[in-house]
């Protein structure tokens, strides 16, 4: 399993800090990352991460204020992000898989509940 938490309401230009640990099964994919539904459109990849520390992000706007990270012995995937703005709003799912490619075509075998992310203007 994946629990995600961190979100919550944030004002534009400030941060968050999302947290995913995982569980069970999941704590034995090697791979991680993030994606994100915001209202009214797919969801969408934010980045991914493999086990050595290795990044993938979606878009360079998002590399300039997002960082992805992880913590192997606690098995959890963190997203930091900064000078957040109101279309960042969205709610954020970790997933994870044995294979990268699978994580940032958003093919993984596991997901988490989603946790929801409201930046105000």
């Known amino acids: 399993q994946l629990q995600a938490c961190g979100g919550g309401l944030v004002q534009t230009g400030g941060s968050l800090r999302l947290s995913c640990a995982a569980t069970g099964r999941a704590s034995d994919s090697a791979n991680m990352g993030w994606f994100r539904q915001a209202p009214g459109k797919e969801r969408e990849f934010v980045a991914a991460?493999?086990?050595?520390?290795?990044?993938?992000y979606s878009k360079d706007y998002v590399k300039d204020r997002f960082t992805i990270s992880r913590d192997n012995a606690k098995n959890t995937v963190y997203l930091q992000m900064n000078k957040l703005k109101p279309e960042d709003t969205a709610v954020y799912y970790c997933?994870?898989?044995?294979?990268?490619?699978?994580?940032?075509?958003?093919?993984?075998?596991?997901w988490g509940q989603g946790t929801l992310v409201t930046v105000s203007n």
């Open positions: 991460i493999n086990l050595r520390g290795g990044a993938t």
């Open positions: 997933t994870a898989d044995p294979q990268y490619l699978a994580v940032i075509r958003g093919l993984s075998e596991s």
